[in-house]
Structure formats: structure tokens, C-alpha cells
């Protein structure tokens, strides 16, 4: 029976989103991929190269001592507008005038998606791109696109294996943490840490029915609580605790775990820091994380969900922190570290609900971000921190018609189409949400029994069993030290260099500040001695 259950589960993480990128169509002669994309040098001259050029306009002598990526995981353009107007007319304004918090912010650019081997992007790649710096094949983390998607061997190659933003914080003495809703496993947030050929290898018996053998391709969730850099993360809060538990175990909600290797990384990652005597806690539910508020250890795991955590609109308010609170406990832990930190925090499930075609839970879910975004701008100083706020791809939402002034935005359109049937101001032009139609002609919305409520999906062109991300620009918002070397359109892959030439962390080029914020201790010190010299004499 419990076999039975697991099995399913299995299947259906293993279908479900993200479906493998089609082979090429035979009919089609494609043009060859510039052979050298796929190595990480490749990427990182583009990025040099950029940064060259754009720092000549750049003005700004401050460096930032901490760095804040927040990802909104397929916030796209239109929802950002769509969300931007749900924001207002909860308000009781007309909406479109309104503005999220980080669109105030100074520096605003556009990064291009795609990845090496795909036009439309996964959050795989994605996150290589973001985080690494290095763009690669679509559904592989942490490694170039000389690895091919579930090529073990290859992505064991050390000229294969890219660094992360992360490592490069943690080489310079910055502490680190992530903080996500969806598993702390999922493709996002195992940009920061981990190297895989393929970003279903969340725990072994993934990579044992993939035929790959996982003492050698070790699984995601080993990377993050065996290996380094995932070891030296001060805090990871998210869901996920099935990648972490034997099968034979049951968590403290019921959900099962999916290892079969025997191993409890919970455990390991708790005995880890005892054996090391460091102050550490693991926490599972809402009420556990908000007792560690006003004075958390120095290292925190929260597991608040078996797969994913809850969407804010539906959840559970004794067992899921919000994103919000999950973000000020990461800072305030990471603050603590007088050389600054790196923080990685992800609306994870903006994209969830857009694959559902659940349009009312993700503007929600998008607001929730925004809400985490203003909670750390409020808490850490404009002149040493620099945030980035993006989105890793696109989704097909559109915000569509020729709606008048203020309108809701879960509304209809002023119009209708050419069946004399109405639509929404916002669709998508596929998704489960498809409906058949009655002698070719649409069916009236408006008639859904679950019409207007969270789940209900919104209006789609053609039926997929899930919606698809889009394969337009994302933008990227930056408040701190050289905001405006985001401004432009350019490779997502990109930002992390920019970012480490901010913080003065990774391989370089670095900010001219930098320089001079190494030797500033030194020059005080010079400084305070020659006036004590001068008062003694
Ligand atoms: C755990 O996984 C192993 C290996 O796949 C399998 O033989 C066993 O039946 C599973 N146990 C449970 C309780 O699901
Ligand atoms: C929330 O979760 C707690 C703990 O599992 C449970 O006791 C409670 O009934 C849940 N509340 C709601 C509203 O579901
Ligand atoms: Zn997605």
C-alpha cells in the first residue's frame, strides 16, 4: 500500500512540469550552436566584456558589502502589470497607477533567457544563468553545456562544474543562506549549491530510475547537507523534507520520504553541527521558526513541508511562515557577520500556479514576494547592500482587450470576441484551464461553477496539461552600490558577475571601490596613530 502511494508520488514528480525539451524536428535543419557556449569561459568574457563597458558611465565609488538576490520564478512582465494593478484595486484605486515596491527601484534592465541548447528556458538553466553566470542545457544545474541533460560522468568533470555567486561570497568570508516556498531542492535554489546533470535528482531513487548510479552522481539533497557549499549555509528555510527522509520514515505531518538509500539528512545535518558544537536548530512548522525570531542560532533548517510549501492564499497559518518572515529571520542571522552575506530568496510558486493556469494565486503569490522584497529593503542600508530583484523566465499570461480605466483585473473584457462570447482581461494562451467547445464556439466563463475563486483557471487558448513559461525578456530591478550597471538589455548570465564585481567577491573584474575598502582599515589606522602622534607631541 505504502509502496503503492510512493510509486505514484514518484510518477507524478517525475511527469508533472517541465516536461523534457522536445527533440529538434528531423524535417528542420537547424543551425549549429556556436561550439563555444559551451564552455564557462565563453560566458564569463561576455559578462567582462559588459561590464567594461558599462561601468565607463558609472559614477559610483561605494561597493556592497551584502548581496540579496530575490527571484520571482516566472514573474513575468505582464504579471508584474497585472499585479501591479491588483495591488491598487485592493485598495480601492483603479489599480494601473500603482506601483510594486521594487519597481521604485533606481536601476532597471531587461535579461535575455534562453538557453544554450533552448529557446524557451526551465528554471535550471535559468538559475545556472543567475547564479553562476554560465549559460547551459535546459533541466541541468551548476554545470556547462558541454553536460548534456542526465550525462552523469560528464557532469563530473571539473572544467564541467561552474562555481555559484555563493561560493564565491563564502571564499571571501560572507556567510550565506536561502530562503524559498518551493523545495529547497528544486531547481531554483540548487543554483546556489549544486552540480547536476539533471534538476529531477533531488534525492536518490530520482537518479537510480534515470539509470545512474548515485554514489557517483550524488543527489541534490546530499550536495546541500553533505557537501560544500551546501554545508556552510547559515540558513535554508523552504519546503521539501521528503528529499531529505528514507521511505521507510514518515515526517512530523505524515508525509513519507523518498529515499532509499536509508539515509535521514535531517539528522545528519543536526548531528553535522553538534559534532562541530555549533549552535544550530532544525524547525518544521510556523510556530517553531517564529520562537527563534528574536535570537535564532547560528545555523537554522526549516522544513515546512513535505514537497513545496502551501500557496499564501491557502495556507496553513500555524504551520507555514510567510516569505516575508522567513526573509527577515535569514537576514537577521546573516547580518551578523561584519563582512556581509549572500542571500538567495525565491517566490518559488508564482510559477506553480501559472502552470495551473491559476491566475488568482499567482498575482497572490507575487504580492507575497514584493512583501519580502520592502521587508529587507526596510532592515539593511541603501549604501552597502545591494539588492537584485528578477524573475528567471517568462510565463503565456497576457493582459489582453481594450478594458476601460480601472477595471478588475480578474474581470471580463469591455468586449467580446468575434462568437459574441466574452473573455478576460488576462488569459493565457495555454494550460490545463483549456475548455472544449460547443460547436466551435467558446464556452461563457462566466458560467464555471468555481468562477472568481482561487482555483479557478483562468481562460486558455489551446489545452496542455500544463501551462509553459514564455521565452520573453525578464526584468531585473537593482537598489544599492552601481545600480546602474543593470540598466540595459542584456544575457541573464550577467548578473551574477555584476553583481560579485558590486562585492568585490569571485574571480573579478572587481569595483574600483573595492580597492579601496580593503585598505580602509588600514588608512583609519595610519589615520587615528598620526593624531594620537600629534596630541602626544
Ligand atoms: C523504499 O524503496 C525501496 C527501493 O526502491 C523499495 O524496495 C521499498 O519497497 C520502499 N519502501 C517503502 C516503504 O515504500
Ligand atoms: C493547521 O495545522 C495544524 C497542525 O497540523 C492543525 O492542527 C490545524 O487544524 C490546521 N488548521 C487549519 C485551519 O487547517
Ligand atoms: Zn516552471
Redesign the pocket.
Given at each position: 500500500m505504502?509502496?503503492k502511494v510512493?510509486l505514484l508520488s514518484l510518477l507524478a514528480a517525475v511527469a508533472a512540469r517541465h516536461p523534457e525539451a522536445p527533440t529538434h524536428s528531423k524535417l528542420r535543419n537547424l543551425p549549429p550552436i556556436n561550439a563555444a557556449e559551451f564552455t564557462a569561459d565563453y560566458w564569463y568574457n561576455e559578462a567582462r566584456a559588459a561590464i567594461e563597458k558599462r561601468s565607463k558611465r558609472d559614477p559610483d565609488q561605494n561597493v556592497a558589502r551584502n548581496l540579496i538576490m530575490f527571484l520571482g520564478d516566472g514573474m513575468s512582465i505582464p504579471t508584474l502589470a497585472a499585479a501591479r494593478a491588483l495591488k491598487g484595486q485592493k485598495l480601492d484605486r483603479t489599480g494601473e497607477e500603482e506601483e510594486l515596491f521594487f519597481e521604485s527601484f533606481p536601476g532597471l534592465g531587461l535579461a535575455k533567457t534562453y538557453c544554450v541548447n533552448q529557446q524557451i528556458a526551465d528554471s535550471a538553466c535559468t538559475a545556472t544563468a543567475y547564479l553562476c553566470g554560465v549559460k547551459n542545457n535546459y533541466g541541468t544545474t551548476g554545470v556547462t553545456a558541454a553536460v548534456s541533460r542526465r550525462n552523469c560522468e560528464a557532469s563530473l568533470l571539473e572544467t564541467n562544474r561552474v562555481e555559484s555567486i555563493a561560493e564565491w561570497a563564502l571564499a571571501a568570508g560572507k556567510d550565506v543562506g536561502i530562503v524559498t516556498t518551493t523545495r529547497v531542492t528544486h531547481a531554483s535554489p540548487s543554483g546556489v549549491y549544486a552540480k547536476s546533470a539533471d534538476r529531477h535528482w533531488e534525492n536518490d531513487?530520482e537518479i537510480?530510475s534515470d539509470s545512474n548510479d548515485p554514489e557517483r552522481c550524488v543527489d541534490i539533497a546530499r550536495q546541500l547537507i553533505q557537501m560544500n557549499p551546501g554545508q556552510q549555509l547559515k540558513v535554508i528555510l523552504g519546503g521539501g523534507r521528503r528529499e531529505f527522509l528514507?521511505?521507510?520514515t514518515f515526517d512530523d505531518e505524515g508525509g513519507?520520504g523518498f529515499r532509499?538509500d536509508g539515509q535521514n539528512l535531517i539528522e545528519q545535518w543536526q548531528q553535522d553541527k553538534s559534532d562541530r558544537d555549533l549552535s544550530h536548530d532544525y524547525v518544521w512548522n510556523r510556530d517553531q521558526l517564529m520562537n527563534h525570531f528574536d535570537s535564532p542560532p547560528e545555523y537554522l533548517l526549516g522544513l515546512f513541508e513535505n514537497s513545496h510549501m502551501q500557496y499564501h492564499l491557502e495556507a496553513n497559518a500555524t504551520t507555514e511562515p510567510t516569505l516575508e518572515e522567513m526573509t527577515e529571520i535569514a537576514i537577521k542571522m546573516l547580518s551578523r557577520n561584519e563582512k556581509g552575506f549572500f542571500l538567495f530568496v525565491e517566490g518559488g510558486r508564482i510559477d506553480h500556479a501559472h502552470h495551473d493556469n491559476y491566475v488568482h494565486i499567482a498575482l497572490d503569490e507575487t504580492l507575497q514576494f514584493e512583501k519580502a522584497v520592502e521587508k529587507a529593503a526596510g532592515i539593511l542600508p541603501e549604501d552597502d547592500t545591494l539588492i537584485v530583484v528578477t524573475a528567471d523566465h517568462a510565463h503565456v499570461m497576457a493582459y489582453n482587450g481594450y478594458t476601460a480605466r480601472g477595471s478588475p483585473i480578474y474581470g471580463l473584457s469591455d468586449e467580446k470576441d468575434t462568437d459574441g462570447m466574452p473573455y478576460m482581461t488576462i488569459s493565457y494562451t495555454n494550460g490545463p484551464g483549456a475548455r472544449t467547445q460547443v460547436n466551435g464556439i467558446r464556452d461563457d466563463i462566466r458560467q464555471d461553477g468555481n468562477f472568481g475563486e482561487n482555483r479557478w483557471r483562468a481562460h486558455v487558448e489551446f489545452p496542455l496539461e500544463d501551462e509553459t513559461h514564455g521565452g520573453d525578456d525578464v526584468a531585473v530591478f537593482a537598489r544599492g552600490p552601481h545600480y546602474r550597471l543593470f540598466a540595459g538589455l542584456y544575457e541573464q548570465s550577467q548578473i551574477p558577475h555584476v553583481m560579485a564585481y558590486v562585492g568585490c567577491i569571485g574571480p573579478g573584474p572587481h569595483a574600483p571601490g573595492c580597492n579601496a575598502a580593503t585598505t580602509l582599515h588600514v588608512t583609519g589606522l595610519v589615520l587615528l596613530l598620526s593624531v594620537v602622534k600629534l596630541i602626544l607631541l
Open positions: 505504502r509502496s510512493l531513487a537510480i528514507p521511505n521507510t513519507q532509499t
